[in-house]
Structures are given as structure tokens and as C-alpha cells.
T-cell receptor, first 111, second 116 residues
Framework: GESVGLHLPTLSVQEGDNSIINCAYS??????FIWYKQESGKGPQFIID?????DKRQGQRVTVLLNKTVKHLSLQIAATQPGDSAVYFC??????????FGTGTSLTVIP | EAGVTQFPSHSVIEKGQTVTLRCDPI?????LYWYRRVMGKEIKFLLH????????ESGMPNNRFLAERTGGTYSTLKVQPAELEDSGVYFC??????????????FGPGTRLLVL
């Protein structure tokens, strides 16, 4: 299968600081990427997506950056809040519908 | 609007027993997916239904796993007989299916399966 991995398994940030979560993917043919947030006891929740014809997309307090040259994806969270504490997964899509997920990064926000 | 629901939320069974997991997708969603996350590892694709048809089952680990979606509504995933390595969290997701390109998949809360 394809390799989708996260550089750091855990990340701790102070409340109010910005967070950056990184993800590497191996298949240059992937053309759709999603970031999911998973809180304890819940399923992954969609945060933001980006298609390969873009290199940046912004949402509410979140920005996803895509660098196709080095096959790197990042999620930036501005002014991190305690409610942002969760495991974050990146996922890439190779075909029309099948997604490949990374192992996840656990984000802890320190009050 | 109700999200994707899964039942049961937890299941503890002994090796060799049978377990059936259920997923109710968001109403009107044609696409239904099953995923599994084994402890500490990535979420892995199992299979994909479009309505009642299996579109892609390349991720099913072996023939002990059987997924059905009769009538194109809810889906079941049966594991028979269960083995220790089947333990993990089983997620179901659904998407609308109205577009040609990739769509956002909405996940259920998962079923936590423990095989002893």
C-alpha cells in the first residue's frame, strides 16, 4: 500500500500558540488530501481538504499547505485552544474514493 | 441530520467467536466505507460499497471478514471466526456519491473490538 506518515507522533503546544502538524505522502499521483481530527471516543471528523491543483487552503483558524515537490502536507492551527487537543490524521486519495491514512499525531494543548 | 452511527460501541469476544458490526450511514449517502485501526497503527481501508454493490474490497484482510449492505442502506461487517489480531477500532464512513471526484467522507464513532 501507499505510505502516508506523520513526522511527529506527539505535539504539545501552549494555549494561544500556533500549531503545525506535518505529514508526508509517498505517491505523487495522489490528488486529494484531507485532514481529520479525532477526539477521544469519537470517529475522525473532517477539518479541511485540499486538491492537488492547489498549494494552500484556509479555513476557520486552520490552513493546509501542500508541497507536491517534496510530497508534504501540513496543517496549521492558529491560536490553539484546549478544544483542539486530539489526534490528527492526514489522508490521501489515490483513486476516486479509497483513502490512505497516516498513523496520527496527538496534539496536546497546555493551558 | 443524524450522522453515521455504529453499533455496538464496544465488543469483547473470545477467539473463535463471531461478531457482527453494524453501520448506519447518513441518509441518502450512496457510498459506504469500512476502515479499521489496529492499536497504534494507521487507519486502513477495508472496503467500499456504492449502494448495495461492493465497489472495492481490496482491503479486506481475509475470508473471515464478510461485509454486506442489503438494500443499500445500513451495512454489516461480520468476523467469523474472530482472531486475536482482529482487535481494533472499526470505523464506518459514508459520502453522498453525487459527484465524479472525491467527496468528503463522514465517519461514525467506531466500534471497539477486543478479541481475547
Amino acid at each position: 500500500g501507499e505510505s502516508v506518515g506523520l513526522h511527529l507522533p506527539t505535539l504539545s503546544v501552549q494555549e494561544g500558540d500556533n500549531s503545525i502538524i506535518n505529514c508526508a505522502y509517498s505517491n505523487s499521483a495522489s490528488d486529494y488530501f484531507i485532514w481529520y481530527k479525532q477526539e477521544s471516543g469519537k470517529g475522525p471528523q473532517f477539518i479541511i481538504d485540499i486538491r492537488s491543483n492547489m498549494d494552500k487552503r484556509q479555513g476557520q483558524r486552520v490552513t493546509v499547505l501542500l508541497n507536491k515537490t517534496v510530497k508534504h502536507l501540513s496543517l496549521q492551527i492558529a491560536a490553539t485552544q484546549p478544544g483542539d487537543s486530539a489526534v490528527y490524521f492526514c489522508a490521501e486519495s489515490l483513486t476516486g474514493n479509497q483513502f490512505y491514512f497516516g498513523t496520527g499525531t496527538s496534539l496536546t494543548v497546555i493551558p | 441530520e443524524a450522522g453515521v452511527t455504529q453499533f455496538p460501541s464496544h465488543s469483547v469476544i473470545e477467539k473463535g467467536q463471531t461478531v457482527t458490526l453494524r453501520c448506519d450511514p447518513i441518509s441518502g449517502h450512496d457510498n459506504l466505507y469500512w476502515y479499521r485501526r489496529v492499536m497504534g497503527k494507521e487507519i486502513k481501508f477495508l472496503l467500499h460499497f456504492v449502494k448495495e454493490s461492493k465497489q472495492d474490497e481490496s482491503g479486506m484482510p481475509n475470508n473471515r471478514f464478510l461485509a454486506e449492505r442489503t438494500g443499500g442502506t445500513y451495512s454489516t461487517l461480520k468476523v467469523q471466526p474472530a482472531e486475536l489480531e482482529d482487535s481494533g477500532v472499526y470505523f464506518c464512513a459514508s459520502s453522498l456519491g453525487a459527484r465524479q471526484y472525491q467527496e468528503t467522507q463522514y465517519f461514525g464513532p467506531g466500534t471497539r473490538l477486543l478479541v481475547l
